[in-house]
C-alpha cells in the first residue's frame, strides 16, 4: 500500500511540475505573438487565441490535479478527466485548425500526441485509485492544496496573459485597425538578434526595438519575419526550445545563413548592420560580440 502511495505521489509532483512547464510556454507563446502582432500590425488570430484559452484550461487543470494527486485527494478524479478530455478535444481541433506545414511542427504534433496519451493512461490509474477507496474524501483539510496551486499558477503568469502591447501610437496591437502613426527616423546601425518576447531586428546604440516593417522592402520584411518565426520553430508553441536547440547541425546552419543574408540585405538600407546574435551565443560566451 505504502508503495503505491508514492507511485500516486510521485505522478502527482511530476504533473504538476509539468503544469508550470505549460503555463510558461504559454506565456512564451502569447508575448511572442503580442510582439509580431506590434511589428506587423495585424491582430492576432481568433483560432489561436481560442488555442490559448483551451490549453490553459488543460494545463490549469493538469497543475491543480497534480497537486490533488500528490496529497491523495479524491478531487484528482475529475480534474485529471477534465484535462485529459481537452487534450483529446485540442488534438481533434489541430488537425484541421492547425495543420502541421514540416517536419519539425510534425514531431512537436507527434510529442504532443504521446504526452496526451501518457496523461490518458495516468488519468485512467487515478479513476482506479479513487475507485478502490486509495484516495482521500472531497472534504479532506490537505485538499485545500489545490486551489493553491491553482492560483499559484495564475499568479505566476496571469500579469503576462493580461498585457496588451501597445504601438507607439497608445492603440493596442490587437486592434483591427490601427490608428495611423508618425513613422520615427531610421535608426544608423541595426543589429539582428532573435529573441523570445522581444523585437528580432533592434536600434544597435539604444538596444530598442525596431518596426523593421516601416523600413524594408515588403520581400525583406517577410524574410525577417519568417525567419525570426523559424527560430520559434514555427506556429506551435507545443515544439518550442528555449535556448533554440535546432533539430541538428543542418538545421541551425541553414537558420543562420539565412540571417547572414538577411543582415547583407539590412546593410543596403542602414548605415550599419550586424548580427544574427542568438540568445544561446550571448549564453555560452557571455558577450553578444
Known amino acids: 500500500m505504502i508503495a503505491v502511495e508514492i ?17 510558461r510556454s504559454m506565456v512564451m507563446d502569447y508575448v511572442m505573438d503580442q510582439m509580431l502582432a506590434g511589428i506587423s500590425l495585424k491582430p492576432i488570430p481568433l483560432k489561436d487565441r481560442q488555442r490559448r484559452w483551451l490549453l490553459g484550461s488543460s494545463v490549469l487543470a493538469i497543475g491543480m490535479g497534480g497537486m490533488a494527486l500528490m496529497v491523495l485527494s479524491l478531487w484528482a478524479v475529475p480534474l485529471f478527466i477534465f484535462a485529459a478530455a481537452t487534450q483529446a478535444f485540442y488534438l481533434l481541433w489541430a488537425q484541421t485548425a492547425f495543420a502541421p506545414e514540416d517536419n519539425d511542427e510534425r514531431k512537436g504534433r507527434r510529442q504532443t500526441t504521446n504526452a496526451a496519451w501518457l496523461f490518458g493512461a495516468a488519468t485512467l490509474l487515478v479513476c482506479l485509485a479513487g475507485a478502490y477507496g486509495l484516495l482521500h474524501p472531497w472534504h479532506d483539510p490537505w485538499a485545500l492544496a489545490i486551489p493553491a496551486t491553482g492560483f499559484v499558477l495564475l499568479g505566476t503568469i496571469g500579469r503576462h496573459l493580461l498585457w496588451q502591447g501597445r504601438g507607439r501610437n497608445g492603440s493596442s496591437w490587437n486592434d483591427d485597425e490601427p ?64 535556448w533554440a536547440e535546432f533539430e541538428d547541425p543542418a538545421a541551425e546552419a541553414v537558420h543562420r545563413a539565412e540571417g547572414d543574408s538577411i543582415v547583407s540585405g539590412l546593410r543596403a538600407i542602414f548605415t550599419a548592420a550586424e548580427g544574427p546574435i542568438y540568445p544561446a551565443d550571448i549564453r555560452y560566451t557571455g558577450s553578444a560580440g
Open 7 to 23: 507511485a500516486l505521489r510521485t505522478i502527482g509532483a511530476f504533473y504538476v511540475f509539468a503544469g508550470l512547464l505549460g503555463m
Open 179 to 242: 490608428a495611423p502613426r508618425e513613422i520615427p527616423p531610421p535608426p544608423a546601425r541595426v543589429r539582428l538578434a532573435p529573441s523570445w518576447g522581444g523585437y528580432p531586428l533592434r536600434d544597435a546604440d539604444t538596444g530598442e526595438g525596431v518596426i523593421y516593417d516601416d523600413y524594408l522592402p515588403l520581400e525583406l520584411a517577410d524574410r525577417l519575419y519568417d525567419w525570426s518565426r523559424a527560430f520559434h520553430a514555427g506556429e506551435d508553441y507545443e515544439v518550442q526550445e528555449f
